[in-house]
Every structure is written in structure tokens, then in C-alpha cells.
């Protein structure tokens, strides 16, 4: 008797066993709660919504370009200008909506490729942030949307970051990668007859539910007189350095996509009148609002960068002297750093002053700041057709592109577990 209990006993185990790893797989629609940790033991990928590595600013200002507020003021009065111009930064909503993010250890072109071959597609979770899960719709909410988690994924996005859904990748350089946006929606936006009149709030669908906003993804595809290459799905760079090594030990991709104070108000013209939105601001691409050969085309202004550190093998850099509204910026020694074309390798609000996660090493210290913001440099009147393209005036629209001409210290050593003293740091 006692040896077919047993086997009884040991078949029994096994349909346990087996049972219970398909309901850890199957959990959830997505099974990310579970299945991740499963599969991935090394990687945390770390995904921000700021300039800074860590200690992100508040919140500041909405800026508004100079095309929307000479509208305002040539509609003086009208509806634009009193349903505008009382947007305020309180009043910004997100609704936010990632596809995946795609790695490669290559850097050529990938248009064409078997993306099994070009990349590694290690984060292929849907990922959903919002502001509200309220809907326009009477009594429906934003389901997935609340599934996700997305007030707290958004408010975490604007801080220390969101913890990305990914599995762990093979050794080597990773220098590419892609981040798919499907929308990226800001509320509230308003169409406006070609006289100013007649103001209407704009509805768009996220979550399968609609709500107030625009999806500005549809216009910063392509950037004033661009080539129609997409520039949101995906967001990309190929200029990374990313060294995964075969030894097992626990690292983080930590990726920054600038949105978080950046963002401005901009008038565009349209085939009826015109559309006020919100996106990031036109700091290096013009968005040349009310011409026709570029209508919708306010893209080219979103930057994304990614760095790999060992949680277990870091140190800091402190600087000080710098005050609120600067940033305090590391690259690698000897790099360059050209702050209109790239984020830099990490950074922290000047009055925090300390950057950590710094893998040891020599490292070069600037300081950045807001100081010029475009302009348009013709205006035709009330039909306001001629806008050309503008140059950088005094001002300011959310970008640090002034950094200072000389690095503030050179080849500051960082030691694991230690905090490295720069010298003060401030802009020019």
C-alpha cells in the first residue's frame, strides 16, 4: 500500500507544482506583478520624466511662446484671450501612453530591420500614466489606466522614476534606444475661430474613454521644415554607452525623457482658425506657429538619454555655490558636452548640489541654466500668416542651454561609497 500512496502522493505534487506556476504566469492581464521578478533577477530598468538624475525641481512655470501671446493680443478681449490666457500650470493634465522601449548593441539605421535581429526587446510592457482616472463619459473610468496604477506611475515619473517591466539582456555595449510612444496627451487645448471667437474645449480618446486634451504626439512627429522622420514613436538615441557585464551582479538602466518643466503653451494655425495646446516648449526647434508649410509640425525638442550604474559600486559628486533654477551637471572627463544637442550624463538641482549613482571614475562638472528662448522675428499683422523663423533672445522657456565656457572642476575622481567635493559651481 505504501508504494502507491507515494507515487499517488508524488503525481499529486507534480499537478500542484504545475498548476500553480500557470497561475503565476497567467496573473493579471499583463502579469507583471509576478512574472518579471521570474524572469528578470539582474536588470531594473528606471524610467524619468526629468532633466535631473536625481532630486528633480517642482514643478515652475508654463511658459507660453511669443506666436500665442501676440495672438492673444491682437484678439484682445476675444475668447482666446480670456480662456488662454488663464491657463496656468495648475490646470496641466498628462495622459501618457508607452508601447515598449528597445535596446542594440548597434547604431545604424534600423529602418527595415527583422526587429528580432536589431534589437533586444526587453521592455515590452504597456506601460499607462494619467493625472485623473475620470472620464468624460458618465460614469466610466479610466480602467486600464487604474490598473496601472497611473497617478502614482505619473507623480513617480516626475521624481525618482517608475520601475520599467524588463527582462535582463546579454552582455555587451548597448549603444541604441528607443522609446514607443503611443500618445502623449495634455489638457486642457481649445480651437479657436480665425477671429479669436468661440472657444472649444478638445476631447480626445485614452484608455479607451475620452477626455479633455490634445494628443500632441500627432505634432511632434515631424519638426518644422523636417523630413517627416517620427520622432516620438520612437524617441531614440544612438549615442549610448550602456557595458553590460557576464558576472551576475544586480545593475540599473536609469533612461530621462525631458518633459517636466519644459512645457509651454503655443498656438497653431489651422485649415479653420486655430488650436492651443500644451507641449514642450520650442527651445531649439521654432515652431513657427501660424505658417502653412509647417502647419502641425512642432517636434525636434525632446531629448532622451540612459545610463548604466551597479547599485553595489557607485559614489557621489557635490558641488556648491549654485542657486535655485541651475542645474548641476557630470559628464565622463573629457568628454564633450554640448547641452543643445544632448542631456548630460546625470544632474541635480543646483541648490541640492550632490549627484550620486556615479560609477567610479574621473568625471567633469558644469553648470547649466535657462537664459534665451526663440522668437519670431516677423509678424504680418492681425492675418498673421509670415512668422519666420526666430533666434534666441533673453528669456526663458524651460531648456538649460546656457552651461558655463569652462568646466567648473576637471577629472573629479568618484570612489565607491564615497562623496567627492567639487569646487563651486555656478552659471556664467
Known amino acids: 500500500m505504501k508504494?502507491?500512496?507515494?507515487?499517488?502522493?508524488?503525481?499529486s505534487l507534480k499537478k500542484s507544482i504545475f498548476l500553480i506556476t500557470g497561475l503565476l504566469l497567467l496573473?493579471?492581464?499583463t502579469g507583471e506583478a509576478v512574472f518579471s521578478p521570474l524572469v528578470n533577477t539582474r536588470l531594473e530598468l528606471i524610467l524619468k520624466g526629468t532633466y535631473e538624475s536625481n532630486n528633480p525641481a517642482d514643478f515652475g512655470a508654463l511658459f507660453e511662446d511669443d506666436g500665442s501671446i501676440k495672438l492673444r493680443s491682437t484678439y484682445s478681449s476675444s475668447a482666446m484671450e480670456t480662456t488662454w490666457n488663464a491657463v496656468t500650470k495648475d490646470d496641466l493634465k498628462?495622459?501618457?501612453d508607452i508601447a515598449e522601449i528597445r535596446i542594440s548593441t548597434r547604431t545604424d539605421d534600423f529602418s527595415g530591420d527583422d526587429p528580432e535581429t536589431y534589437w533586444s526587446l526587453f521592455a515590452r510592457d504597456r506601460?499607462?500614466?494619467?493625472?485623473?482616472?475620470?472620464?468624460?463619459?458618465?460614469?466610466?473610468e479610466l480602467d486600464s489606466c487604474r490598473e496601472k496604477d497611473g497617478i502614482s506611475q505619473l507623480a513617480n515619473f516626475f521624481s525618482n522614476g517608475i520601475s520599467y517591466p524588463a527582462s535582463d539582456i546579454g552582455q555587451g555595449t548597448y549603444k541604441h534606444m528607443a522609446i514607443y510612444f503611443r500618445k502623449l496627451i495634455t489638457s486642457p487645448a481649445y480651437s479657436f475661430a480665425?477671429?479669436?471667437t468661440s472657444a472649444d474645449m478638445q476631447e480626445v480618446n485614452f484608455d479607451n474613454q475620452p477626455v479633455n486634451g490634445y494628443n500632441v504626439l500627432s505634432l511632434m512627429q515631424d519638426s518644422p521644415g523636417g523630413d517627416g522622420e517620427s520622432l516620438l514613436f520612437p524617441l531614440h538615441n544612438n549615442n549610448l554607452s550602456l557595458p553590460v557585464t557576464n558576472d551576475g551582479k544586480p545593475y540599473v538602466i536609469e533612461t530621462r525623457i525631458f518633459l517636466k518643466n519644459l512645457m509651454m503653451k503655443h498656438t497653431a494655425k489651422t485649415s479653420s482658425g486655430w488650436l492651443s495646446f500644451i507641449s514642450p516648449s520650442d527651445w531649439a526647434e521654432n515652431h513657427l506657429y501660424d505658417t502653412d508649410s509647417n502647419a502641425g509640425k512642432v517636434g525636434g525638442n525632446v531629448l532622451m538619454t540612459a545610463r548604466l550604474y551597479y547599485p553595489d559600486n557607485v559614489g557621489s559628486i557635490e558641488a556648491t555655490g549654485g542657486t535655485n533654477g541651475e542645474y548641476i551637471v557630470v559628464v565622463p572627463a573629457g568628454s564633450t558636452f554640448t547641452p543643445t544637442t544632448e542631456l548630460p550624463y546625470a544632474a541635480t538641482t543646483a541648490d541640492h548640489g550632490i549627484i550620486t549613482n556615479l560609477p567610479p571614475g574621473t568625471y567633469d562638472v558644469y553648470a547649466t541654466c535657462d537664459k534665451n528662448k526663440m522668437q519670431c522675428t516677423t509678424d504680418g499683422g492681425a492675418t498673421l500668416n509670415d512668422c519666420s523663423a526666430g533666434s534666441g533672445v533673453a528669456g526663458q522657456d524651460g531648456f538649460p542651454e546656457t552651461k558655463s565656457t569652462t568646466a567648473c572642476a576637471t577629472n573629479v575622481a568618484?570612489?565607491?561609497?564615497?562623496?567627492?567635493?567639487?569646487?563651486?559651481?555656478?552659471c556664467p
Open 27 to 29: 496573473n493579471s492581464c
Open 3 to 11: 508504494t502507491p500512496n507515494s507515487i499517488h502522493t508524488l503525481k
Open 414 to 426: 568618484v570612489t565607491a561609497g564615497a562623496t567627492t567635493n567639487s569646487n563651486g559651481c555656478t
Open 194 to 196: 480665425l477671429d479669436g
Open 94 to 96: 498628462w495622459y501618457i
Open 127 to 140: 506601460m499607462l500614466m494619467c493625472s485623473t482616472y475620470n472620464s468624460n463619459e458618465s460614469g466610466k
